[in-house]
């Protein structure tokens, strides 16, 4: 597995201090992933990887009689952990990693007892793509990561300036769709607490670790792409259809917020044709895990079929989630309609009145 690492002077430096000081060895684990989106394990490899041969176990089960200081990829423990709490295997294959997962970690508390342990970023990913994608959110990554390595580990540890200095080899359409995955979780994160959207946020992260092939990259993107869709459709606008039958109504229009905080957001409604007038609704607190209907004031012009455009926005009006037609059956006779009707029934009264008069005349 190939490595290049950057590491700081901050980590250099003290171990050149002294004699004693060099004989530390810095001892990087790190394994791109082994789980789809969802936590399912796509192959099995990383329960070789962690017996006592496998490139995981060497570097806990080996002798070593050095002081020695860890640099470690919380998002490898994180995968050894969910492994030795069981998990399942894509192709249905009966897993066989539990134990070693176990035994892994068991043996890790030994060896690394009292020892120095440093929180490399998320997912070890490149640092060219980091600076190209992740720029403006690589500290919460940092801090995001740190604190799921100490979860899992329950002791604390120090953030490292280590980089993973190869450049992945990303197509174009990787890199729009990392940005557009991207550009979605910002949105939310206008209206949603960013630390329910962490674990989205720590996944491109992760998934730009360069040991990742191009193959499987490609493969991982997609999968990503649609846990963006549930998350984007955890706030959403139930789709319905509606059979209006008088001019003035309010329509019972259902919101959803399947986040675990409560959203201030707004409701953009737009009319397809010229035979419904509708408005938007300001200012909407959706509270945490729930449905909730908003009463949507509508005035119907002519009969016929319409529909409506409905998209929730965030405060700013930028959409947030997917938009929603509402389909509308308009079984209304209109003002203007009944006008017309009721101005001709005048019309006729009248000529029945004067057609009466003229043949009382000639009768005369």
Known sequence: ??????????????????????????????????????????????????????SLGILVYSNSKSVRSWLIDPATIEEILAMSNGYGV???ATPTG?????????????????????????????NYWVDQLLKNELQTIKSGGKNV?????????????????????LSKSNINLIKYMQRQINLLGT?????ELLSYQLRISQLLNPDIDKESISYLLKD????ITGMRNKLRVTKSKFTITSAKEELPITLVNNFDTPVNLKLSIRAINSKVVVSSVDKI??????????????????????????????LDNRPIGYPVNINLKLSVISPVATWITSGAAVLLFLAAIVQSVRRVRRRK
Not at 149 to 169: C, F, H, V
Not at 224 to 227: I, L, M, N, P, Q
């Open 191 to 195: 209206v949603v607490d960013k630390d």
């Open 98 to 126: 539990q134990q070693i997962a176990k035994d892994w970690l068991a043996q890790f508390e030994r060896v690394s007892k009292g020892q120095r342990i440093y929180s490399l970023i998320y997912g070890n990913p490149s």
């Open 224 to 227: 990503f792409d649609k846990s």
């Open 285 to 314: 607190l959706l509270e945490p895990n729930s449905k909730q209907q908003v009463l949507l004031p509508i005035e119907v012009l002519a009969s016929g079929e319409s529909a409506l455009l409905a998209q929730l926005t965030n």
């Open 1 to 54: 597995m190939k490595k290049i690492w950057v590491l700081i002077a901050a980590l250099l430096i003290p171990l050149t201090l002294s004699p004693a000081a060099s004989a530390v060895q810095v001892v990087v684990i790190s394994e791109p992933t082994h789980r789809l989106s969802d936590g399912v394990f796509f192959d099995d490899l990383l329960a070789i990887k962690l017996s006592p041969t496998g």
């Open 90 to 92: 894509l192709d249905g």
């Open 149 to 169: 390595l100490e979860q899992a580990l329950i002791r604390s540890t120090s953030e490292s300036d280590a980089i993973n200095g190869e450049k992945q080899p």
